[in-house]
């Protein structure tokens, strides 16, 4: 009935305990064990290897040091469920955090955050964060990356980002942001400092007010300007074109209204212009210049009616114009198809009339024209042509005669599922396994490639898919991943014009791959390492939760310790449970090859001291500790290990060799009771296993100290406990 009241972890401390077990330091810093054992607390699911007393020096997963202490966290797709802790800001030393795509990683992101004062990549895309971004995050003076699209943020920008002088990539795609784009005035800062930012991701939020002039000016080093669905209002500001390095603008799915700054022609590095699904006005944009425009769509707004602009026909890198309903009237001018790079034209919904002809100078690339809502009355295909796929439903040409022209029907959409040749024969793989392109049975890491703005439409053309994949091998080995081949699969644009695909990963060597490549393999994603070039440009990454790291049978050998623990506590097995940790303990002695101290018996020690004639307490689970071990514990009661302060004393954070954390309750010298109280009280405490109290573990009546040692418990009741004096514990019962 005893051990059955007790947490498991103070069993097993005081189990080892009476095996007289101390180990020697390890190679990790105290305050970033305690810190990660203070993350753990919040998460399940942390890999198994997160075991012991050494992160740095046992390796944990996805756990990277310099000099002992943490450097790096990368835990994507690691199927993390939880919290983050405050205590994370207790790693100081801290530069890269990736804890991208766990969804059931969420909650708030924590203020402390904004005191990593060595942090350049904050990165976690796709897990369950909510609740505002927390201002602090303006202190991270160093930060690079900073990525937290795909959660469910809420609240406005915190100005205090643009204090983020280093800032190269700016991902807040995704959330439910709202509220204005923050831009600097008097000491409060704004995006429009971010002059070294090369990427402001701001998509698919509930962002509001006008675009600020004042965001943008001839300093900035642009490229991307993804702002796309979203409710901005007002007009487009003419200070975007001077921001000459632009090659991506999307401002697409707004409510923006007026005229289109007729510099914007001055932007000529852009291949990607989105202005649909708005209400602009005025002339259509003269975009005579824009030499490198690729993708430009302005469809659904209210511009002047006008004839099909002649500057269009001089854009001579142009994939894909789409044009739908923006009252383009007239005949479209012959010489427009015979664009070198055309592939698709979208102008339905117009009022585009007379003749379509589309010449005999048109390209093998274009292939399909959708002209239907229009009034065109005539359109005859020149036999012997290649057949371009051209739509005239609803025009006058298909309401005469008795229409039976293929153009006369709304073509069913093609499936765009490309999938690449394999130069081997696919084999059977037994289930979860996929044949891999190089015929190999294996378990892939999965997810969704995402592309913001691709410069091309025509999604079955193979040649672009090839030197993707090239590209991303490139990628995973420049980095020496274990990765035998990429696949893709599935290509369709969203209802965004993002261009989505399937990706496979397969491993080389083994059937499967472990923790540590899983989420570098992410790394490489989720921060924008893998660069690919046009016709792709700016991507997301949605990885799926990686399932198979043990092979088929995921996770059995972690289980089966805790299985058998939990089986001997139910059984009262004491027995078994000692050897069992006798067996542990060897083992990780072996592996340190460190000798353990033997430590006095404290029970001897306690008579020695004879004070008060108080004898041995009646103790329930709890020890007795030595000033000695506790000094070494706290590494000599120091600062940094005080985590707070009252009229009794002192309270200060530890670590014992088994990895517990402990926080001790130093009683001044002032406050201390007599021997026969101090033993009563601890005699007390220890019966009280309550669950809203900390746990006693032990306590130190040596060299003229009072101490009570407890479990540590981050966040929870611990401060509530030993706020008041020693003897107000006793108050609750057990
Ligand atoms: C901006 O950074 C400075 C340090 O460079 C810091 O003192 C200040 O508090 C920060 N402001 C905000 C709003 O985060
Ligand atoms: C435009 O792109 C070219 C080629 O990438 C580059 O060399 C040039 O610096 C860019 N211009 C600006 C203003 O960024
Ligand atoms: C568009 O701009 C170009 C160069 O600035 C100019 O030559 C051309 O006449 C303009 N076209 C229209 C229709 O205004
Ligand atoms: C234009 O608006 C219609 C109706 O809202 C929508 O179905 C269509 O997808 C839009 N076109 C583009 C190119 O976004
Ligand atoms: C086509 O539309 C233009 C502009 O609305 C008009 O001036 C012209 O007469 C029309 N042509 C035909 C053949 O209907
Ligand atoms: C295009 O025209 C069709 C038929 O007139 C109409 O149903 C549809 O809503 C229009 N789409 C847009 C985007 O205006
Ligand atoms: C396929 O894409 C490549 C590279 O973008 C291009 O050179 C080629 O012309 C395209 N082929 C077709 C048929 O569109
Ligand atoms: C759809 O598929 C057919 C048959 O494969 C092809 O002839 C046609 O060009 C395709 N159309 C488009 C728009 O890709
Ligand atoms: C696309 O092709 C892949 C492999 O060729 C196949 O597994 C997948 O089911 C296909 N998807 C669709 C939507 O047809
Ligand atoms: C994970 O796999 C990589 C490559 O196969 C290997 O180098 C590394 O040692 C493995 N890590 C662990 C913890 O097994």
Redesign the pocket.
């Known amino acids: 009935m005893f051990y059955s009241e007790m947490n498991p972890k103070i069993l097993v401390f005081v189990l080892v305990a009476s095996l007289q077990i101390c180990s020697i330091a390890a190679l990790t810093d105290i305050d970033d064990f305690a810190a990660l054992k203070a993350l753990m607390d919040l998460w399940e699911n942390t890999p198994p290897s997160w075991e012991g007393t050494d992160p740095c020096g046992d390796q944990w997963d996805g756990i990277k040091c310099i000099n002992s202490r943490v450097n790096s966290i990368q835990l994507s797709s690691m199927g993390l469920k939880g919290q983050l802790s405050g205590y994370i800001s207790d790693l100081q030393e801290l530069q890269t955090i990736d804890l991208s795509y766990n969804k059931d990683l969420g909650g708030p992101l924590p203020t402390s955050i904004?005191s990593l004062k060595k942090l350049e990549n904050l990165i976690m895309v796709g897990c369950g964060f909510f609740g505002p971004i927390p201002?602090?995050?303006?202190?991270l003076?160093q930060l690079v990356f900073l990525s937290l699209n795909s959660n469910k943020f809420s609240g406005q920008i915190p100005?205090?980002i643009g204090?983020l002088s280093q800032l190269f990539w700016l991902d807040l795609t995704d959330n439910k942001l709202e509220g204005p784009i923050p831009i600097s005035t008097g000491t409060?800062?704004g995006l429009d400092m971010l002059i070294k930012t090369k990427h402001f991701h701001l998509g698919k939020n509930q962002l509001s007010g006008r675009i600020p002039p004042e965001l943008f000016s001839s300093d900035m080093r642009l490229k991307h300007v993804l702002f796309d669905s979203n409710k901005l209002t007002g007009s487009i500001p003419s200070t975007l074109g001077l921001v000459q390095t632009l090659e991506v603008v999307r401002l697409d799915r707004n409510s923006l209204t007026g005229p289109v700054p007729s510099n914007l022609n001055k932007l000529t590095n852009v291949s990607d212009l989105f202005l649909s699904n708005n209400k602009l006005s005025g002339p259509l944009p003269n975009l005579t210049g824009m030499n490198i425009l690729s993708y430009l769509d302005m469809s659904n707004n209210s511009f002047d009616a006008s004839n099909f602009p002649p500057w269009i026909s001089t854009l001579q890198s142009l994939t894909t114009l789409v044009m739908e309903n923006t009252q383009l009237q007239g005949q479209i001018p012959t010489r427009f198809f015979s664009l070198p790079y055309l592939q698709t034209v979208d102008l339905s919904n117009n009022t585009l009339n007379g003749t379509l002809d589309i010449g005999t100078s048109y390209r093998d690339r274009l292939q399909l024209i959708d002209l239907r809502n229009n009034l065109i009355a005539e359109y005859s295909p020149i036999p012997g042509q290649k057949q371009v796929e051209v739509i005239l439903v609803n025009n006058l040409v298909c309401k005469e005669t008795g229409v039976s022209a293929d153009y006369c029907t709304i073509p069913r959409p093609n499936s765009s599922n490309v999938s690449l040749p394999n130069n081997c024969e696919p084999i059977p793989c037994r289930s979860n396994q996929i044949s891999s392109p190089k015929c190999k049975c294996a378990y892939p890491y999965t997810g969704l490639l995402v592309f913001i703005a691709p410069s091309f439409s025509v999604l079955d053309n193979k040649t672009n898919y090839i030197l993707l994949v090239q590209q991303l091998m490139d990628s995973f080995s420049s980095k020496q991943l274990p990765v035998d081949s990429v696949s893709i699969s599935n290509q369709r644009k969203d209802p965004f014009s993002y261009l989505e695909l399937k990706l496979e990963v397969f491993p080389s060597n083994q059937d499967h791959f472990n923790r540590s490549v899983i989420s570098q393999i992410a790394f490489v994603l989720s921060n924008a390492n893998f660069n690919p070039t046009k016709p792709f440009g700016p991507y997301f990454f949605h990885g799926d939760s990686y399932q198979y790291f043990a092979g088929e049978a995921t996770g059995s050998n972690n289980s089966l310790n805790t299985g058998i623990i939990i089986g001997a506590v139910a059984g009262g097995s004491a027995l078994v449970l000692l050897l069992l940790l006798a067996g542990v303990y060897a083992y990780h002695q072996k592996k340190r090859a460190e000798r353990a101290t033997e430590r006095n018996n404290p029970f001897a020690h306690w008579d020695s001291t004879k004070s008060s004639g108080a004898g041995v307490p009646q103790l329930k689970g709890a020890r007795c500790f030595s000033f000695e071990e506790l000094k070494k514990y706290t590494s000599n009661f120091s600062e940094a290990n005080n985590i707070g302060s009252g009229g009794y004393g002192k309270v200060y954070r530890g670590i014992l060799p088994s990895g517990e954390l402990i926080a001790i309750k130093r009683a001044q010298q002032i406050s201390l009771q007599g021997g026969l109280e101090f033993k009563t009280e601890i005699e007390l405490l220890s019966r009280v296993h309550h669950k809203n109290l900390v746990s006693l573990l032990g306590f130190c009546f040596d060299q003229g100290e009072q101490m009570l040692i407890y479990e540590f418990v981050p966040n929870g009741s611990l401060w509530d406990s030993l706020s008041g004096t020693f003897v107000n514990h006793t108050d609750a019962s057990a």
């Open positions: 904004g201002d602090s995050i303006g202190s003076q100005p205090s204090n409060t800062p």
